[in-house]
């Protein structure tokens, strides 16, 4: 079945150093891509999307590729800020069937100042 | 829009306790479902729909129900509540694929 597999947390950074989180999945077909993101308390987030071989999604300045050959979705970030500190969520949803979200296991990322 | 509106926000139950998590979406999503998330671990999809009066279970069903008699409303029954049932349910709905799905605040359950 399909599958996304994260890297292992937790990841403790500190402000301003770049963040990369790798995202991989197994799919069969075209699925649609995303990052889901958890502040404390919080519930979950849509961060961003891509929908298609070699889109790019963005926003506040993360940004993750769909990268078909490779099959990944990595998350990125120039520089981070203490506020950005969070689980984030790889996820997919499959072109056919039940639209179902398929989750990764989730990755803590904790921002020092 | 209030998007996707999940009662109550906090819930004990006693052992043997049953109990209903409502959920609702006013966007006209056809597609709905619910996961549980433990401390410290990801989304495990309990139930979803893919539209009113079509539901299947997902990878943890054991002692939930659910139904879609509207596409607005997507409840959650815990038939009779046991410890490892506590965790936060969040319910999502979505138009479908390239979306996404949108998620309620969510309802800590605690079964004691």
């Known amino acids: 079945g399909d599958s996304v597999t994260q890297m292992e947390g937790p990841v403790t950074l500190s402000e301003e150093a770049f963040l990369t989180i790798n995202c991989t999945y197994t799919a069969t077909g075209y699925p649609s891509l995303f990052w889901y993101v958890q502040y404390p308390g919080e519930g979950l987030q849509l961060l961003l999307k891509?929908?298609?071989?070699?889109d790019k999604g963005s926003n506040k300045g993360f940004e993750a590729t769909y990268r078909k050959e490779t099959t990944s979705f990595h998350l990125e970030k120039g520089s981070v800020q203490v506020s950005d500190s969070a689980v984030y969520f790889c996820a997919l949803i499959q072109s056919q069937g039940a639209q179902k979200l398929v989750f990764g296991q989730g990755t803590r990322l904790t921002i020092n100042p | 829009n209030a998007g996707v509106t999940q009662t109550p926000k906090f819930q004990v139950l006693k052992t043997g306790q049953s109990m209903t998590l409502q959920c609702a979406q006013d966007m006209n999503h056809e597609y709905m479902s619910w996961y549980r998330q433990d401390p410290g671990m990801g989304l495990r999809l309990i139930h979803y729909s893919v539209g009113a009066g079509i539901t299947d279970q997902g990878e943890v069903p054991n002692g939930y129900n659910v139904s879609r008699s509207t596409t607005e409303d997507f409840p959650l029954r815990l038939l009779s509540a046991a410890p490892s049932q506590t965790s936060v349910y969040f319910c999502?709905?979505?138009?479908?694929?390239?979306?996404?799905?949108?998620f309620g605040s969510g309802t800590r359950l605690t079964v004691v």
């Open positions: 891509a929908t298609k071989a070699d």
């Open positions: 999502a709905s979505s138009y479908g694929q390239i979306y996404g799905y949108t």
